[in-house]
Structure formats: C-alpha cells, structure tokens
C-alpha cells in the first residue's frame, strides 16, 4: 500500500433514499482527495443515485448488503463500523433518524451505526412537515443526548417546490464540519 493511503482518513459516507441523494457524489469529490471514503448505500437510495456512480468517483466498492458471502472471514458489518473514522449520513431521512434513535438495525448502514464508536454526524433532508414533525423532532433531541452529531437542514427549495425548512445544508459545510469532527474538535 502507498505512503499516500495509509495517511489518508477514513470516511464512511451512508446514503439514504432521499433527493438530496445526489448531494453526495459531491461531497465525495470534495472529500477524496485527502480522504478515503467507503459508501454504504441503503437499498431505497438506489432509487435516487446509482451504485455506480458512487463506486466510480469513491474508487471504493459500495456496500449495500447485510448478509453477504465473505472473501475472507470479515463480518461487513463490524469490519466496515471498525475501519470508519467517521461516518457522515447523507442525506439522512426521517427513517434512518427513527430507526437509530429507536436502536433498530435492520439494514446495512443502521447496523454499522450501531456498532460503530466513531463519531456519527447526520446531514438531514427533507419535506418541512417532516423535519417538524413531533416525532422526528423528539428522535433528533434523543440522538443528539447520546451523543450523535447533527448539521441542521437549512430553509430553501424543496423536492415538493415549495421553499421552507428541510433543504440539506451547503455541501461546503458539511465537508468543513466532517473535517473538523475528524480534527477531533468538539
Ligand atoms: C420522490 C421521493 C423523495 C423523497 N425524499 C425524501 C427526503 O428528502 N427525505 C426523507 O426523509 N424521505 C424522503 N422520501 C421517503 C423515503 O425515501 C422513505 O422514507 C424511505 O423509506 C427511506 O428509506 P431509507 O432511509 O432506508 O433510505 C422520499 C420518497 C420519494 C418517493
């Protein structure tokens, strides 16, 4: 292995089946050139951005799947929570927000979250009646007690046409915020 990747950090970028999906083959191209990033996809997003396309700019394989026939005795799973440095959700839906503040795991991405220890940051997106509703909100506060990290969505245009809050925040802060997380600043 050259000099160059065993310096680089480890990123793991989780996508979600939202529309702001596509947001995150830029964060990768911001992001890869200091940094080596893994996808895990969740099987909704693949709805909104191919595999293919998160393969080729990451240079990485995507991983999607829970249950998978090892190469070598590797446990997806836990080896990917154990390689992450840090792993960004992007964009993080209602579901996946509901799911781990719930302590469910039942996909790929909410089974690393869950057995991760590094540092968790949520960029969330969605419709503005989403992003107020009780529940989410509730889940968003319980996450954040236990520790997670979160990049607040900001007002502007949504998927619906209508402009409120539920945007995903600027792709410029988000890699400003992972880098710093990544610092070990607070
Ligand atoms: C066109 C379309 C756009 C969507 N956009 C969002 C979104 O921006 N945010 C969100 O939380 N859910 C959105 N959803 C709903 C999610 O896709 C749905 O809740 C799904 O179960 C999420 O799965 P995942 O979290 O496993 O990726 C959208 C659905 C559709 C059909």
């Given at each position: 292995m050259d000099r160059e990747k065993i310096m680089k950090r480890k990123i793991l970028l989780g996508v979600c089946g939202g529309i702001a999906a596509y947001k995150s083959a830029e964060v990768i191209e911001r992001l890869k050139k200091k940094n080596e990033i893994k996808v895990v996809m969740t099987p909704n997003s693949a709805h909104f951005i191919t595999p293919l396309t998160l393969q080729t700019l990451s240079g990485n394989p995507v991983?999607?799947?829970?249950?998978?026939?090892?190469?070598?005795?590797?446990?997806?799973?836990?080896?990917?929570?154990?390689?992450?440095?840090?792993?960004?959700?992007?964009?993080?839906?209602?579901?996946?927000?509901?799911?781990?503040?719930s302590g469910i795991a039942d996909d790929l991405l909410s089974t690393i979250i869950m057995a991760t220890t590094s540092p968790v940051i949520f960029a969330p997106a969605m419709n503005k009646n989403m992003w107020k509703n009780a529940i989410l909100q509730e889940n968003v506060k319980k996450l954040k007690r236990a520790g997670y990290h979160f990049i607040e969505p900001v007002t502007g245009l949504l998927a619906s046409g209508e402009k409120g809050i539920g945007h995903l925040a600027p792709v410029e802060k988000i890699v400003k915020e992972v880098k710093r997380r990544l610092n070990g600043k607070k």
């Open positions: 991983y999607s799947e829970v249950f998978v026939l090892p190469k070598e005795w590797e446990i997806v799973h836990i080896s990917l929570a154990e390689w992450a440095e840090i792993i960004l959700v992007l964009p993080a839906t209602a579901n996946i927000i509901g799911k781990v503040s």
